[in-house]
């Protein structure tokens, strides 16, 4: 009878974690989040021999267990078995030889903990490409805990690792040759936070000690860890503070310990064996970090990046488009006509094809996003933004996330975890949708079009526009964030610390395992508000529907053009025009159509109508939704094939009750500031409430957004009929 253990694989970002974790489960880990958290959990199965079943579980990369960031948080709770996570029974550390000595502080963190632990240890080859050998039974002896080098990509390494985890598991033996030194004053500060650690935690003088020393690198009270105990947190203040008054940094003194004993002893396990030569990461960092030319490369490769996701989506999305209309198609041949029809092929098809026609831009985006991580150019573009960043009170690493929402504001909020203090996540997350995503690209193109027709007014004009959208929305985003970082967020920016990892080829199957993953998530977390709240405003414009007499009035029309006009064109131009009155009619008196005219005191200091304000309330579900909407205000056909061009010249062509014409310049312009700023996403606040347990926070971030929208759209179009402008 076989027996289960659980495994822990932890390890610094870029060491090879996922890499090895991958090969250990033959790919087949399966995906959820940890309990009662959304931070992803990854658990695969490895057997070893016919009696032993190891359950790994890969737990997020992070440089230490003192916990600031949510991976950071999950990755002590994991390694240390804390609420609401088991002890594990082992814990293989994975460890970056080319990065030795940074990897080691976590490695002495874990041994601390009194877990039974095992070193996998990674890069070897490009440490000796370096200049560089490590001598791993001389580590082994030093740590006082077996240590395997493998090399995950060609399985070199692998039989190894399971036969010495497996005999670790057996001999549950956990002593470690590494005991923290620490001096007599905070020897006394840690016996004194060790006190209020909670029984549950653990026991045993040595663990309690180890999480009093995390406990003071760790909890802050404004911090996430202000759910820990009441006296605990009072201690750690208590301590710190007098500390100070000594004079004394206890972070300072707890990191410096464990570095002094790397540095002492790494001689003993780490050699030189040649004099070090340049390295082809020393020669790219030289340009792709310089601060001008460095900056300008990364420009053009976003630029190719998002050029890339319009080329190369666009196929994809014009199939899915196809794909939809087709089963739209046979689910209205295949039913009777009546309500259920319209539901399910306008409510459900078409929301699940509103769902289904972000997939290719998202899958794209994450894929390169990917292909940047494993690279290592990640942590080069996070380096070359800190610069800019800092200006606005945040760090670099907050514009990995901001840049993703250039796609969409969904993965992005969720790309905020990666963020260490809880501060910079809330800031951040309010920010990111102000980022132009590509919800509002089918805006911008109908309004951009409408202004401007292709093949009229001067060359570029239609994209220098586009660009000038994206330029305003990431200067606004900006600006905002030093607003709101000096006032609602106010603190001190956390300083950027982090290693540059080196270039290397990217692992394709984890790229296309994240990318798959991150678009699933996507799915799972927005798909379903878009589908809920697209289904909601066709009930909104669908219903009360018409009266019988209203019914009656156009069924005898249509039979007068039955039977009065010959011309079989003229007949069908004719019924196309009274089908169209008709839905318009339908629109105006629908609860959709009562409440734009009810709202449109609102919206007219803004230039805009009722059935602007109609597209705006659709859009509340989904930006996209606005240009479907617009067509059914203006009685379009839907299944036109011609139904954008068509939209765009009737655009063109609505005006005013004193018969001037509605979408002029200063109109469109107001228009699309609103649509720059405004919060018209549901599933972003669906998920902004799930990351931040509340309702007080994307309440917050709905208000802000909406009145910022509003005052810049009324600053637009008052300020330019003000300057004569129309």
């Given at each position: ?8 694989v ?6 090879g ?34 009696t032993?079943v190891?359950?790994?579980v ?31 029974d ?10 030795l000595?940074?990897?080691l ?13 095992v070193v ?19 580590l ?16 070199k ?9 497996a ?70 203040e ?10 004394r940094?206890?972070?300072?003194e ?6 002094s ?46 050029q890339s ?54 899958l ?17 573009i ?8 800092k ?10 996330p901001?840049?993703?929402g250039?796609?969409?504001?969904v ?5 905020t ?13 309010m920010?990111?949708p102000l ?44 600006g ?31 790229v ?5 993953e ?32 209203s019914?009656?009035?156009y ?34 008196n ?18 805009f109508?009722w ?14 939704v ?8 203006y009685?379009?056909?839907?299944d036109?094939?011609e ?19 509605l ?8 228009l ?14 669906a998920v902004?409430?799930?990351e ?9 971030l ?23 402008l129309?």
């Amino acid at each position: 009878m076989s027996r289960s253990y659980r495994v822990v694989v932890a390890g610094n970002p870029n060491a090879g974690k996922s890499t090895l974790f991958n090969r250990l489960t033959g790919q087949r880990a399966r995906v959820g989040n940890y309990p009662g958290i959304t931070v992803e959990l990854h658990e695969g199965r490895l057997p070893i021999g016919d009696t032993m079943v190891v359950d790994l579980v890969d737990i997020p990369g992070a440089y230490s267990l003192a916990a600031r960031s949510g991976e950071e948080q999950i990755a002590m709770q994991a390694v240390a078995g804390l609420v609401p996570l088991s002890r594990p029974d082992a814990v293989l550390l994975v460890v970056d030889a080319t990065q030795l000595r940074r990897n080691l502080y976590l490695a002495l963190q874990v041994l601390e903990l009194g877990v039974p632990v095992v070193v996998a240890l990674t890069m070897i080859d490009r440490l000796h490409e370096s200049g560089q050998s490590v001598d791993a039974e001389a580590l082994s002896r030093e740590l006082g805990v077996p240590v395997v080098e493998v090399h995950a990509p060609r399985g070199k390494g692998l039989q190894k690792l399971r036969e010495v985890l497996a005999l670790r598991l057996t001999t549950k033996d956990s002593d470690a040759a590494w005991n923290f030194p620490g001096s007599a004053s905070l020897q006394e500060d840690v016996n004194a936070v060790a006190d209020q650690i909670p029984q549950d935690w653990g026991e045993g003088a040595s663990r309690r000690q180890a999480l009093a020393r995390w406990a003071l690198l760790s909890i802050e009270e404004s911090e996430d860890f202000a759910t820990s105990p009441h006296a605990l947190r009072t201690t750690v203040e208590a301590r710190r503070v007098d500390a100070a008054r000594q004079g004394r940094d206890l972070e300072q003194e707890i990191i410096q310990t464990r570095y002094s004993w790397i540095d002492e002893r790494s001689a003993s396990f780490l050699q030189e064996v040649a004099r070090r030569k340049t390295s082809m990461t020393d020669r790219l960092d030289r340009v792709l970090l310089h601060p001008g030319w460095g900056f300008l490369l990364f420009l053009g490769l976003m630029a190719l990046v998002f050029q890339s996701l319009f080329a190369w989506a666009d196929p994809m999305i014009g199939g899915i488009e196809t794909g939809v209309g087709v089963v739209a198609g046979l689910a209205e041949s295949a039913l009777p006509a009546g309500i259920l029809r319209d539901f399910l092929v306008e409510g459900v098809i078409g929301g699940v094809g509103g769902v289904l026609v972000f997939f290719p831009q998202i899958l794209l985006l994450f894929f390169f996003l990917g292909l940047m991580e494993d690279t290592g150019y990640m942590a080069r573009i996070v380096y070359l933004m800190d610069r800019l960043m800092k200006w606005v009170g945040l760090q670099g690493r907050a514009f990995v996330p901001m840049l993703s929402g250039f796609a969409c504001a969904v993965p992005a909020i969720l790309a905020t975890r990666t963020l260490e203090r809880r501060r910079d996540r809330m800031l951040t997350m309010m920010v990111i949708p102000l980022m132009t995503c590509s919800a509002r690209l089918p805006v911008y193109g109908l309004l951009i079009a409408a202004l401007y027709p292709p093949g009229q007014g001067k060359p570029f004009t239609q994209g220098m526009m586009m660009v000038g959208m994206y330029l305003f929305s990431t200067v606004v985003a900006l600006g905002v964030t030093a607003v709101l970082g000096k006032t609602v967020f106010r603190g001190p920016r956390a300083p950027l610390l982090m290693e540059m990892p080196p270039y290397r080829f990217p692992h394709l199957t984890s790229v296309l395992r994240m990318m798959w993953e991150k678009t699933w998530l996507f799915a799972r977390e927005a798909g379903t508000v878009i589908l809920v709240c697209t289904i909601v405003m066709w009930v909104l414009l669908s219903f009360p529907g018409s009266d019988p007499e209203s019914t009656a009035r156009y069924a005898a029309e249509r039979d007068r053009i039955e039977s009065t006009v010959s011309s079989e064109q003229e007949r069908a131009d004719q019924l196309s025009l009274l089908d169209q009155q008709e839905s318009g009619e339908l629109l105006r008196n629908s609860y959709g159509g009562r409440l734009g005219r009810f709202l449109e005191p609102v919206f007219e200091p803004l230039g805009f109508d009722w059935k602007i304000g109609v597209g705006l309330i659709g859009a509340f579900a989904a930006r996209e939704v606005f240009v479907s909407t617009m067509a059914v205000v203006y009685g379009l056909a839907e299944d036109s094939d011609e139904e954008s061009s068509a939209l765009r010249d009737r655009v063109r062509s609505q005006t005013r009750a004193d018969g001037s014409a509605l979408y002029t310049p200063l109109v469109c312009f107001s228009l699309m500031v609103f649509f720059a700023l405004s919060c018209q996403c549901m599933s972003t606040l669906a998920v902004l409430k799930r990351e931040t347990g509340t309702y007080r926070w994307p309440a917050f971030l709905f208000v802000y957004m909406t009145v910022l929208a509003w005052g810049a759209s009324f600053a637009v179009f008052q300020g330019g009929r003000w300057i004569g402008l129309s």
